[in-house]
């Protein structure tokens, strides 16, 4: 594209987004009642957590969330089948070996707590699968060609996993008559737990493949 | 409380997780898992049947707070279609990948594929059809770049790209309205949308990008090099289904919630935008030189004919003449879901045996196929829409509704496009016949072609003659949810 038909495209996007803006200050400005926030607060001792967002994620929205984690594993099927993943950079020197011999067992760390954290203050699953995979990132980057993941049937395990944990959860209790993914109360908080534990294995496992970019070795054997 | 709605999202995805964790017995899984599936929508339709609109509320939680799923007799009629088409699919795929590896990644993303349908078409809340769209997005691309070399590859990267730019669109769509009302489920919503500037602008970014992944003109361009390069079980799930769903949710959208927002003005826009799609793809496919490019064009204007009952269904107020148009809408989308499914995967079956799949070159090997060139008669005989197709009733009823209403122009691109597609048919059919017939046995394959002769068989005579059934189902129903 040259100059100006770019200028153009640029002058055209901006007037769009600013409508688009204006738009939705009118739209907040004339909003007649609080949003579901109020609701969700007040649910709250119902869900067994203490965090609004984590209620939202794995109790009132929780099927969102379920097809959310069937996303990730439809994007990690698509990536392996696309065949095997270019080399691995080559092996870190010992500087940066030390430094990743530091960096990874923190960043499993504080993965672990922002799990257990996220049921009262900000933090969750998400967060922390999301530092469990930059610990596989990092790993990749300082030339382990697996990137800390193991081999391919226990990926294939842990890529399911958080979809496995939300639809065991979920069609057991629909077993016992009630809603899918409907938590008995008593209980709410430490299935809310465990979805999340494994939802956390799941994503981290799922990031630090796709980083690596190609399928498992011994696939297709 | 319906546990059938739930389990018929579940259970897809339970069988792409069995396939990926057991991908050495991919096979045998996948078709448990798509003869479960298959039977739990059918206790939904039986369960419609009987019970009227059934409606389940997840996680314990009723709307506003929690998500719902909703089925109508519309909804229950577009799952039994996915369910039959999937099913062939699924036994057709079999046959079709001869390369196991490949037939082990087809598989889990296959049922992620049908777990989006599925969950789309019973989708209740606004944002839910988000997440849903994405898992359909991510699945269609990935199992259409499932064909290998370069053609398949930039086409599935290109309509990965645009699926995104859909969502996207459709999400900023989805933002606006929970600014302006915090709420999202559809029907908390149709009762309070109306004419005005925000839910209007929302209305606008909705349709846009689902128009992007339903493909209607003039936003097709992406559709025909994805579904002709695509493997032949994978575009005809693409072209049957999920574009499909993505129109019926534009329609659903306009015709349900937001029909206090929408204007005969933009409604003659979509009409229009759909007549266009009828004649360009027609029109392409009359020119196009392979059999793939032919079936994806067809597909575009296939898709524009469901958006010509928008300017006539728009001003109707609920009764038997609206009713009768849903009716019709919902016969167009079935009858193409089950004639382009069979269409597609008897292209296959020839491209495979010839290695080609030019249309100047078709004679000898149909020749050696003819139940696969008798599924793609049959398929052509229910996109032209010749009696006694579900799609002859289908634009039948399209005709006399735009002659009662003084509408008479829409019956101009309904005219051409099956004068058109009556071309492009027998442009095959000729093809196929021009050599002296030699007796062969009718069936070669019967595990690959066989699922294509029955779905073009129920998109012919079934739905025509069964038509009646549907309205009965359709019945006490009205769109909205």
Redesign the interface.
């Given at each position: 594209m040259n100059g100006p038909a770019r200028l153009l495209v640029a002058l055209l996007a901006a007037a769009l987004g600013g409508?688009?803006l204006w738009?939705?200050a009118?739209?907040?400005a004339?909003?007649?009642?609080?949003?579901?926030a109020e609701?969700?607060f007040a649910?709250l001792p119902l869900t067994g957590v203490g965090n609004p967002v984590t209620a939202v994620l794995l109790?009132?929205?929780?099927?969102?969330t379920?097809?959310?984690l069937?996303?990730l594993?439809?994007?990690l099927?698509?990536i392996?089948?696309?065949g095997p993943p270019a080399p691995a950079y080559q092996r870190a020197g010992s500087a940066l070996r030390a430094m990743v011999a530091w960096v990874v067992p923190l960043l499993i760390l504080t993965g672990g707590y922002l799990l257990w954290a996220g049921g009262q203050v900000p933090g969750g699953a998400f967060q922390g699968g999301a530092l469990l995979g930059a610990a596989g990132v990092v790993l990749r980057l300082a030339g382990d060609p697996r990137a800390g993941l193991p081999g391919e049937?226990l990926q294939?395990?842990l890529?399911?996993l958080g979809?496995?944990a939300f639809?065991l959860v979920?069609?057991t209790v629909?077993a016992f008559g009630?809603?899918?993914?409907?938590?008995p109360t008593d209980w709410s908080k430490w299935l809310i737990l465990a979805i999340e534990g494994a939802a956390t294995l799941a994503i981290g496992a799922t990031l630090a493949a796709a980083y690596v970019g190609g399928r498992p070795p011994g696939?297709?054997r | 409380?319906n546990?059938s709605l739930?389990?018929a999202v579940?259970l897809p995805?339970?069988g792409?997780?069995a396939t990926?964790?057991a991908?050495a017995r991919a096979r045998a899984l996948g078709l448990i898992a798509a003869l479960a599936s298959s039977g739990v929508v059918l206790w939904l339709v039986v369960g419609v049947w009987e019970q009227g609109p059934l409606r389940?509320?997840?996680?314990?939680?009723s709307a506003?707070?929690?998500?719902a799923l909703a089925a109508d007799g519309a909804v229950a009629a577009l799952l039994a279609m996915t369910a039959m088409v999937a099913l062939a699919i699924s036994i057709h795929a079999g046959g079709y990948f001869r390369d196991p590896?490949r037939l082990r990644?087809f598989w889990?993303?296959w049922l992620?594929l049908w777990?989006?349908l599925n969950?789309l078409f019973l989708a209740a809340d606004l944002?839910?059809i988000y997440?849903?769209l994405?898992?359909l997005g991510?699945?269609g691309?990935?199992l259409a770049?499932?064909g290998g070399g370069r053609a398949a590859l930039t086409a599935s990267l290109r309509y990965l790209l645009v699926g995104l730019l859909g969502s996207m669109t459709y999400l900023?769509g989805v933002?606006?309205i929970?600014?302006?009302?915090?709420?999202l489920d559809l029907a908390l919503l149709g009762t309070r949308l109306g004419p005005g500037?925000?839910d209007a602008?929302a209305l606008a970014l909705l349709s846009l990008g689902l128009a992007l992944k339903a493909a209607l003109f003039p936003l097709h361009f992406w559709l025909p090099p994805t579904h002709a390069n695509a493997p032949a079980p994978v575009s005809a799930a693409l072209s049957a289904l999920v574009g499909k769903v993505a129109a019926w949710l534009l329609l659903m959208l306009w015709l349900g919630p937001f029909a206090a927002v929408t204007q005969p003005a933009a409604a003659t826009l979509l009409g229009l935008l759909g007549a266009c799609g009828v004649i360009w793809g027609s029109w392409r496919a009359l020119r196009a030189e392979r059999l793939k490019l032919l079936a994806a064009h067809s597909t575009v204007a296939q898709i524009g004919y469901l958006f010509l009952f928008v300017p006539l269904i728009q001003g109707l107020d609920p009764g038997p003449e609206r009713t009768a148009l849903l009716g019709a809408l919902l016969l167009m989308a079935l009858t193409h879901g089950f004639a382009k499914a069979a269409f597609f995967l008897a292209a296959g079956q020839v491209q495979q045996l010839a290695g080609h799949d030019r249309i100047d070159a078709l004679g000898g090997t149909a020749q050696r196929l003819p139940a696969t060139t008798f599924t793609l008669g049959l398929a052509g005989v229910a996109l032209i829409g010749l009696p006694p197709s579900g799609s002859f009733i289908g634009k039948w009823l399209l005709l006399e509704a735009a002659i009662d209403q003084g509408q008479w122009w829409w019956i101009l691109p309904v005219l051409a496009g099956t004068l058109l597609a009556a071309a492009y048919v027998f442009r095959v059919l000729a093809r196929a016949f021009n050599q002296e017939p030699t007796p062969l046995h009718f069936v070669t394959q019967v595990r690959a072609e066989l699922p294509g002769l029955v779905l073009a068989l129920l998109a012919v005579a079934g739905l025509g003659l069964a038509a009646g059934g549907l309205w009965g189902l359709l019945e006490p129903v009205e769109i909205d949810r």
């Open positions: 409508l688009l738009v939705l009118t739209a907040l004339a909003r007649p009642e609080p949003a579901l609701a969700a649910a109790d009132y929205r929780a099927y969102d379920l097809l959310e069937a996303v594993l439809a994007a099927l698509g392996w089948s696309l049937s294939r395990l890529a399911v979809v496995g639809l979920g069609l629909l009630r809603d899918l993914l409907d938590y696939e297709g | 409380m546990a739930p389990l579940c995805l339970l792409a997780l990926t964790l991908p389940a509320s997840l996680g314990g939680w506003p707070l929690g998500i590896e990644q889990p993303l992620l777990a989006a969950a944002f839910n997440v849903g994405e898992l991510l699945s691309a990935a770049a499932l900023l933002a606006l929970y600014a302006a009302h915090g709420q500037l925000v602008t």
